[in-house]
């Protein structure tokens, strides 16, 4: 199981951390992600985190303001997210991923818990 949080209401400008806790398996064996979904909107990948060596990926949308990492003895994933913008707005949901590439479009999920909402506005 998966379970986001950290989610919360901050202006523009602002920052937030997300957290992913899994249970039942170990995610440095796992390629893990996140995913959001605003209102209305397609579901849209922002980054993942590879298995073992730990590579990240990101959305173009997200470079350079969101961070992803691991800490293996909390078997949590983390979502640093810094210079919020109100197009950040949406439910944020953390994945474990099939597939995965520099290609963000491309991804394929597996399991993922309930999101946690995360709305940016002033």
């Known amino acids: 199981q998966l379970q986001a949080s950290g989610g919360g209401l901050v202006q523009p400008g602002g920052y937030l951390r997300l957290s992913c806790a899994a249970s039942?398996?170990?995610?440095?064996?796992?390629?893990i992600g996140w995913f959001r979904q605003a209102p209305g909107k397609e579901r849209e990948g922002v980054s993942c985190?590879?298995?073992?060596?730990?590579?990240?990926y990101y959305a173009d949308s997200v470079k350079g303001r969101f961070t992803i990492s691991r800490d293996n003895a909390k078997n949590t994933v983390y979502l640093q997210m810094n210079s919020l913008k109100p197009e950040d707005t949406a439910s944020y949901y953390c994945?474990?991923?099939?597939?995965?590439?520099?290609?963000?479009?491309?991804?394929?999920?597996?399991?993922w818990g309930q999101g946690t909402l995360v709305t940016v506005s002033s």
């Open positions: 994945a474990t991923l099939k597939y995965y590439s520099d290609y963000v479009p491309l991804w394929q999920y597996g399991d």
């Open positions: 039942g398996f170990t995610t440095y064996y796992y390629a």
């Open positions: 985190i590879s298995s073992v060596d730990g590579t990240t």
